[in-house]
Every structure is written in C-alpha cells, then in structure tokens.
C-alpha cells in the first residue's frame, strides 16, 4: 500500500511537470513593449503604449519591417485605462519588455501623486526604466515620430540620451528607481530630462533640452543647456566626459570666435558640505575639481606653453564655476532643492534639520553659498601645438 501510494505521488509529480508553465505565453499571440506614456485629458487619466509592429513576413532572407503602433486609452485612473488597451487589442502586451517612461508636461504641472503610486505598485514597471518630460509637446507626439533609423522613438530616446555622455555630457540619466527615491526623501527634489520635438527643413525629429524641476509633487520650472550642465558639475557622483567652451578675451558670451578653446572634461566631481555659523545661519561650501584636455582651439597661437596652460586652466575653471553657479540661482528661484543639501544637512545636522525641515524650500532659497573650481591639464593629445596654416 505504500510503495502504490508513493508511485501515485511520483506520477502526480511528473503530470504537473508534462502540464508546462502556467503563465506560458506564446509568441505569435504576444507583442513586445518599448515603453509606457502617461498624461492627462481633463479630468481623465491617459495611459499610451509603444509596441512594435512586424509588418509581415520576410521574403528572400529579408529582414522584416517592423512598424510603431500606439496604444491609448482613458479612464479614471492609469491602472484602469491599462487594462482597458486589452477589450481592443488582439495580442498580449509584454509590458516586463518596457524600457522608457514618458510623462506629460500637463500631468507633471499638476501632481504626480497618483503616477507615483501607479508606477510603484505595478509588477510589470521595472526600476531601471528610464524616465522623460515631454515638453511643449505630449507623449503621444513622441511616440508617433519617426525617428530613423531607429523603428521605435522611445528605442532611439534611449540611446540619444545614453550616447550623449560619452560626449556631450550635459544631460543625467534618470531612472525610476533615482526619481522615485527622491521624490520620497526629505530634503531632495527630483528633476528629468525633457525631450522636444524640433523641425528643421521639414523634418520633425526629437531633442533632449533642458531639466524639469519638481517641487512638492509638481513642475515647477525647468534649467536651461547651461544650468543643465551646471548640474552635472554638482552632481555628487564622479562626472565623466564633456566638453566646457572658454574664450581667451575672457568673455564666453560674446568672445571673438578666433579666441574659443573647447576643453574637455575627462573627470570631476563636487563636495557639498554645510557651514553653521555662530550666529546659527547656513552657508553650503561647494568644492569642484575636475582635469581634462586641450580639444580644439581656433587661434594660432600655441596654448602649450608654460605660460598660457595656467591661463587654460583658470578660464575653465571659471567657467566651470560660472555654470555651477548659474544653476544654484535657478534652483533657488524656484526654491527646488535639487542639489539634496536638505538631505545632507539631516545627516550631517540632525538638530539643525528638524528646525528647518518644516520650511526648508524658503530657507533653501535664502542659503548663502561658496563655491570653488579648480581644472588641471592632462594633455593635448595628438599635437604639441597649433596646425600651421599657410598664408
């Protein structure tokens, strides 16, 4: 009796084997997902998905096309007008495939919270997604745009916005996991980099341009190209490519053009720390030290010398000094602490913070600061002077 009733386990084991997996999803009743688009129309919540759309079989060892189709739906919450694309479409959405998270520019300008619950509970968004504001357009826009050679614009988003740190290095990367933490952190506001849509000769394509700044749950304003870089020189992590335009008259701005040097930044990295005086006021002490190299130059005149290095080295870290700058005034005109002082200060001063913690965007606003930059040279690269150009 008890070896029939072990035989019965065994093949009660094996039957549930033979039987697969339970949430087994075959491919052609399946379509993968590049991301998600959420906003808002009225008083209705938008939910908007990218999927790829193959076109058709190949023919002759072709490769086949593969087509953007967008997904929209409403209802009164995201959740709900999810669930909503799967009453209309004949395939399964594997949305684990998503990779971008685009918010529209309305939603953003009215409050995050219920977008902050809904990406947070749901098991299929992913952490490591990527996160954008859709600015002066929608995300439906964006995804709709063609944007070769990529099939699908939030495929290319992404490598637009991973590509530019290898060499303009203006624009940080954020993550769900980065926003989601900061926007639940005391003393620390989140930003996202904000996508255009351009046209140029006809041809519409997209752009990163500018950094959204939230404040309590909402857009509150954005930095421009030059605070945008500016922030990144803030930014607590080791900061890695880029390049910083000086002019030897002195002047970025309005400089000859035959005097602009391009330096380029091969490392930097800011320390932020807090200053309480006697008198109980707060001043944040910025310390940048970044070394790079000579990149381009559109003088004549040799800049490696003993005498102008030095001269290189002061105007960038002057410049670099100039764009921290520039984007600690706007972060303190909108009173968005974006930088995570607040957050440093609890650390560092906990008595301190629980007296400011109530009212910190105002004291944030008021905060004095010094800041520092200091920029070496580690070469020139492939010339030990200018390219002699003849007459």
Same mark, same amino acid.
């Given at each position: 009796?008890?070896?029939?009733?072990?035989?019965? @386990?065994? !093949?009660?084991? @094996?039957?549930?084997?033979?039987?697969?997996?339970?949430? =087994?999803?075959?491919?052609?009743?399946?379509?993968?997902?590049?991301?998600?688009?959420?906003?808002?129309?009225?008083?209705?919540?938008?939910?908007?998905?990218?999927?790829?759309?193959?076109?058709?079989?190949?023919?002759?060892?072709?490769?086949?096309?593969?087509?953007?189709?967008? @997904?929209?739906?409403?209802?009164?919450?995201?959740?709900?007008?999810?669930?909503?694309?799967?009453?209309?479409?004949?395939?399964?959405?594997?949305?684990?495939?998503?990779?971008?998270?685009?918010?529209?520019?309305?939603?953003?300008?009215?409050?995050?919270?219920?977008?902050?619950?809904?990406?947070?509970?749901?098991?299929?968004?992913?952490?490591?997604? !990527?996160?954008?504001?859709?600015?002066?357009?929608?995300?439906?826009?964006?995804?709709?745009?063609?944007?070769?050679?990529?099939?699908?614009?939030?495929?290319?988003?992404?490598?637009?916005?991973?590509?530019?740190?290898?060499?303009?290095?203006?624009?940080?990367?954020?993550?769900?996991?980065?926003?989601?933490?900061?926007?639940?952190?005391?003393?620390?506001?989140?930003?996202?980099?904000?996508?255009?849509?351009?046209?140029?000769?006809?041809?519409?394509?997209?752009?990163?341009?500018?950094?959204?700044?939230?404040?309590?749950?909402?857009?509150?304003?954005?930095?421009?190209?030059?605070?945008? =870089?500016?922030?990144?020189?803030?930014?607590?992590?080791?900061?890695?490519?880029?390049?910083?335009?000086?002019?030897?008259?002195?002047?970025?701005?309005?400089?000859?053009?035959?005097?602009?040097?391009?330096?380029?930044?091969?490392?930097?990295?800011? =320390?932020?720390?807090?200053?309480?005086?006697?008198?109980?006021?707060?001043?944040?002490?910025?310390?940048?030290?970044?070394?790079?190299?000579?990149?381009?130059?559109?003088?004549?005149?040799?800049?490696?010398?003993?005498?102008?290095?030095?001269?290189?080295?002061?105007?960038?870290?002057?410049?670099?000094?100039?764009?921290?700058?520039?984007?600690?005034?706007?972060?303190?005109?909108?009173?968005?602490?974006?930088?995570?002082?607040?957050?440093?200060?609890?650390?560092?001063?906990?008595?301190?913070? =629980?007296?400011?913690?109530?009212?910190?965007?105002?004291?944030?606003?008021?905060?004095?600061?010094?800041?520092?930059?200091?920029?070496?040279?580690?070469?020139?690269?492939?010339?030990?002077?200018?390219?002699?150009?003849?007459?």
């Amino acid at each position: 009796m008890r070896k029939m009733l072990l035989v019965w @386990l065994l !093949l009660s084991l @094996l039957s549930l084997c033979l039987a697969g997996c339970y949430n =087994r999803l075959e491919l052609d009743d399946s379509v993968g997902v590049t991301g998600f688009g959420l906003d808002v129309e009225g008083e209705q919540k938008v939910f908007l998905v990218q999927v790829t759309s193959p076109s058709g079989k190949p023919e002759g060892g072709q490769t086949a096309k593969v087509d953007t189709l967008v @997904l929209k739906e409403k209802a009164a919450g995201y959740a709900q007008a999810a669930r909503q694309i799967t009453l209309s479409f004949p395939r399964t959405p594997v949305w684990s495939l998503a990779t971008t998270i685009l918010l529209g520019e309305q939603l953003a300008r009215e409050d995050l919270a219920l977008v902050m619950d809904f990406v947070s509970r749901n098991r299929f968004i992913r952490p490591n997604m !990527l996160l954008f504001l859709t600015a002066g357009t929608t995300p439906e826009e964006v995804m709709q745009l063609k944007t070769p050679p990529e099939n699908h614009s939030l495929v290319a988003l992404e490598k637009i916005i991973r590509g530019q740190q290898n060499y303009a290095e203006i624009y940080l990367p954020v993550t769900l996991r980065e926003f989601r933490t900061k926007y639940a952190t005391p003393g620390v506001e989140p930003v996202l980099p904000q996508v255009r849509i351009e046209e140029n000769a006809g041809e519409k394509t997209l752009r990163i341009h500018g950094v959204a700044v939230f404040r309590e749950r909402r857009l509150v304003g954005e930095l421009d190209e030059i605070e945008s =870089r500016g922030l990144r020189f803030l930014d607590a992590g080791e900061m890695r490519g880029g390049l910083v335009t000086v002019n030897l008259s002195g002047n970025r701005q309005s400089g000859p053009l035959e005097e602009m040097v391009s330096m380029e930044i091969i490392r930097s990295r800011a =320390r932020c720390t807090p200053l309480i005086n006697e008198d109980g006021s707060i001043e944040m002490l910025i310390d940048i030290e970044a070394d790079g190299n000579l990149y381009e130059q559109t003088t004549t005149e040799n800049l490696q010398t003993t005498e102008n290095l030095p001269r290189l080295e002061q105007l960038t870290a002057a410049a670099i000094k100039e764009d921290a700058m520039a984007c600690i005034k706007k972060a303190q005109l909108l009173g968005s602490d974006i930088f995570g002082w607040g957050e440093i200060i609890s650390r560092k001063h906990p008595a301190v913070w =629980r007296q400011l913690e109530a009212d910190w965007p105002a004291h944030f606003s008021n905060l004095k600061v010094r800041a520092e930059a200091r920029y070496s040279i580690r070469r020139a690269y492939l010339l030990d002077g200018p390219v002699p150009i003849k007459n």
